[in-house]
Every structure is written in structure tokens, then in C-alpha cells.
């Protein structure tokens, strides 16, 4: 088992940015690809970034691409997102989820979550 806590979110003005982190706890964090989603009220939970369990790859939807840093600290058992350049559609729902079967842009292939934090952006 896995246990995931996300902290970091809140409001912020378009154009500014926010660093999300997540924390585990449990098993062997560094066995773990982690990825960040996020959802949005009336959507489907989507994926916005992925790292593999050495940090030697990372992944990014398109829409974060260039905006987005995914990193992790496996001394640490923590995964981050920075986001930067925020938008208003980047309001949502944000979650980190642990994968023990590598990194993957579908949340069914995901086996633990966090609670989740909420990231709005103000226009």
C-alpha cells in the first residue's frame, strides 16, 4: 500500500504559477511511476503529467507542455508539479497517483491517489 497526501494548491491570478507536491508514504516510493491528473467539474479526470520511477522520463499532455515541470525526490518520497504560465482552464481538481506497472496517461492503470488539491485560476 501506498498512501498519497497532495498539498500546495489554491487560488492564483492567470499568468502566475504554483508548485504542487505530493507525498508517499507506505511502500517503496522510488518503485513507483507517479502522474499528476486533474478534473475539472463535469469532466473526465484527465491525465497532465508522468515521470518514471528514476526520474530518467517524463510525460506531459500537450496542454501543459512548456508550462508544466513534473520532478521527483525519491529521498524525499515526494513527486512535484510546477505549474507556470497558469491559465483559467487550468482550474481543477489536482491528484497524484502511483503506478507499480510504469508510467501510463490512463487513470485505470494507476493504482493509488491522493485526496487531491484544488487549483483555481482567475482570469
Known amino acids: 500500500q501506498v498512501q498519497l497526501v497532495e498539498s500546495g494548491g489554491g487560488l492564483v491570478q492567470a499568468g502566475g504559477s504554483l508548485r504542487l507536491s505530493c507525498a508517499a508514504s507506505?511502500?517503496?516510493?522510488?518503485?513507483?511511476?507517479m502522474g499528476w491528473f486533474r478534473q475539472a467539474p463535469g469532466n473526465e479526470r484527465e491525465f497532465v503529467a508522468g515521470i518514471s520511477w528514476t526520474a530518467g522520463s517524463t510525460y506531459y499532455a500537450d496542454s501543459v507542455k512548456g508550462r508544466f515541470t513534473i520532478s521527483r525526490d525519491n529521498a524525499k518520497n515526494t513527486v512535484y508539479l510546477q505549474m507556470n504560465s497558469l491559465k483559467p482552464e487550468d482550474t481543477a481538481v489536482y491528484y497524484c497517483?502511483?503506478?507499480?506497472?510504469?508510467?501510463?496517461?490512463?487513470?485505470?492503470?494507476?493504482?493509488?491517489w491522493g485526496q487531491g488539491t484544488q487549483v483555481t485560476v482567475s482570469s
Open positions: 507506505g511502500r517503496t516510493f522510488s518503485s513507483y511511476a
Open positions: 497517483a502511483a503506478s507499480d506497472t510504469g508510467w501510463a496517461t490512463s487513470s485505470y492503470d494507476y493504482d493509488y
